[in-house]
C-alpha cells in the first residue's frame, strides 16, 4: 500500500501545473473574443471563399514537404514574398470594410459615457410624424423610396454625390421628391437632425454574399450604406409597397406604422442601440421587391 502511495506521490512530483494569474485568463478572453469575431467576419464576406484558396495552397506545400519535392518547394519559397503583397491587395475592400466597422463602435466614447441624458436631439418628434407619414403614403401608391437617416458616423461623401436641398423635413417633400419622373426621385435622400440634406445621393451596395437574389438595387443599396455606418435607412419597395428598415447590416421588413414609428423612437434622442432595435424587428419573409 505504501509502495502504491509514494508511486502516486512521485507521479504526481512529475507533473508541471503552471500558475495561472487573472493577467493570464484576461489575455485567453481578449484572444477567444477577437478570434471569434474574426473568423465571423471571415465567413460573412468573400474572405471566407478566399480563405478556402489559401488553405488549399498550404496543403499543397506540406504534401510537396512530406515527400520531398523540391521543385515545388522552390516555388513557394521564391513566391511566397510576392503571395503576401496579393492577400494585402485582394483582401483590401474587405479590410477596409473590417476597420470601418471597428471605427464606427466608438470603444472609447463608450467608456467614458457617463450615462448623462443630456444628449443633442437626432430629430424631433414632428420630424418623425414627418417620416411615417410620407413613408406609409408613398408605401400605399407604391412609390420607391430611399431614406438614410445619419447619426453619428457622417454621410458627407455621400452626400456630395447628390444634389444639395437643405430643407426642413416634411412629408409633403418628401412625397414630391420621390414622385415618379421628377428630377430628384432616383437615388437616396439624406436627412440629418430636422432637414433634408441632399436628395439622388449614391450609396454603396452590399456585397453580402447571404442577402436574397430576389432583393433589388434599392435593398441592396441601404443594406450597404449601413454596413459602413450607423445609419438607419427606410425603404419603400416600388413593386410591393412594403416598408423595410436596414440597420448595421440587417434588413427588417414588413413594417407597419406602429413598428415603424418605435424604430424610429430609438434614435430620436440618442444613438441607435441594436440590440434593443432588433426587439422590433417586424416581418422577415422573403419576397420580391424592386
Known sequence: ???????????????????????????????????????CWFKKSRAW??????????????????FELNTILWIFRNTISVGIIAIIIIFQPELRKALEQLGKQNFLSSLFDSG??????????????ELVKATFEMAKNKVGALIVIEQNVPLGDYERTGIPVDAVVSSQLLVNIFEHNTPLHDGAVILRNNRITA???????????????ELGT??????????????????????????????????????DVD????????????????????????NRNERKTS
Open 49 to 66: 471563399t478566399l480563405f478556402k484558396g489559401i488553405a488549399v495552397l498550404a496543403l499543397c506545400w506540406l504534401f510537396a514537404a512530406i
Open 116 to 129: 448623462s441624458s443630456e444628449r443633442k436631439e437626432q430629430f424631433s418628434a414632428k420630424t418623425t410624424n
Open 1 to 39: 500500500m505504501e509502495n502504491i502511495l509514494s508511486a502516486f506521490e512521485n507521479f504526481y512530483k512529475n507533473i508541471y501545473f503552471p500558475q495561472i494569474h487573472i493577467t493570464d485568463v484576461l489575455e485567453m478572453l481578449i484572444i477567444s473574443f477577437l478570434l471569434y469575431h474574426i473568423i
Open 218 to 255: 434599392r435593398h441592396r443599396a441601404a443594406i450597404g450604406i449601413s454596413e459602413v455606418s450607423d445609419s438607419m435607412t427606410i425603404i419603400v419597395s416600388e413593386e410591393t409597397g412594403d416598408v423595410s428598415v436596414a440597420v448595421a447590416g440587417e434588413l427588417y421588413r414588413g413594417l
Open 259 to 282: 413598428n415603424l414609428k418605435k424604430k424610429l423612437s430609438y434614435i430620436q434622442n440618442k444613438a441607435l442601440d441594436v440590440k434593443r432595435f432588433r426587439l422590433w424587428k417586424g
Open 199 to 213: 436628395a439622388t445621393c449614391y450609396l454603396p451596395l452590399s456585397d453580402n454574399m447571404e442577402i436574397n437574389k
